[in-house]
T-cell receptor
Framework: DTAVSQTPKYLVTQMGNDKSIKCEQN?????MYWYKQDSKKFLKIMFS???????INETVPNRFSPKSPDKAHLNLHINSLELGDSAVYFC????????????????FGPGTRLTVL | GENVEQHPSTLSVQEGDSAVIKCTYS??????FPWYKQELGKRPQLIID?????GEKKDQRIAVTLNKTAKHFSLHITETQPEDSAVYFC????????????FGTGTRLTVIP
């Protein structure tokens, strides 16, 4: 009955490698997001997708490429990993973009802890 | 975009006392203000939210107030319990074609038994 799930939970890799994180939501939501939480716990929006379309890229390097094969999935691919990419990455979803306040609540996945060595 | 500031960064209270966390936001167009609780190693979870057309909202021991004119909002936890210990984040929804939440920097609340 998991609402928003992510895999893997932990990811340890070397600098320069390419890796992907997967996210799935079974809430029937239209909008999905990626957030980055750094070592100081700052939680920052990276991308927003609505109905598989990119809505917002919040000044994220183009080494990060999100892909949404369908409304229920938003994957994050990272090329040429750098030490500074080490963080916890959270996927989230919400009902939609418009239609009133009931659409605003965001549900978070469990997070993926990425460690770049 | 939106800029959200949150204070204090750490807060310790005795069990049973009240805790107050304050946030300010920069863009008057923001209209939705959720509060998330994040326990160690867990995901952020919504505990309460407030819309811009409401000044105050309460849910048991938790209340949130919003002052649109001053662009600040606060979380109040009464009768704190050890299980309230966590990091709390405020956020503001900035709608520019996307429901992007901009988070404050977090407050680590410790409730001392």
């Amino acid at each position: 009955d998991t609402a928003v799930s992510q895999t893997p939970k932990y990811l340890v890799t070397q600098m320069g490698n390419d890796k992907s994180i997967k996210c799935e939501q079974n809430l029937g939501h239209d909008t999905m997001y990626w957030y980055k939480q750094d070592s100081k716990k700052f939680l920052k929006i990276m991308f927003s997708y609505n109905n598989k379309e990119l809505i917002i890229n919040e000044t994220v390097p183009n080494r990060f490429s999100p892909k949404s094969p369908d409304k229920a999935h938003l994957n994050l691919h990272i090329n040429s990993l750098e030490l500074g990419d080490s963080a916890v990455y959270f996927c989230a979803s919400s009902r939609g973009l418009a239609g009133g306040f009931s659409y605003n609540e965001q549900f978070f996945g469990p997070g993926t802890r990425l460690t770049v060595l | 975009g939106e800029n959200v500031e949150q204070h204090p960064s750490t807060l310790s209270v005795q069990e049973g006392d009240s805790a107050v966390i304050k946030c300010t936001y920069s863009d008057s167009a923001s209209n939705y203000f959720p509060w998330y609780k994040q326990e160690l190693g867990k995901r952020p979870q919504l505990i309460i939210d407030i819309r811009s057309n409401v000044g105050e909202k309460k849910d048991q021991r938790i209340a949130v107030t919003l002052n649109k004119t001053a662009k600040h909002f606060s979380l109040h936890i009464t009768e704190t319990q050890p299980e309230d210990s966590a990091v709390y984040f405020c956020a503001a929804l900035y709608q520019t074609g996307a429901n992007n939440l901009f988070f404050g920097t977090g407050t680590r609340l410790t409730v001392i038994p």
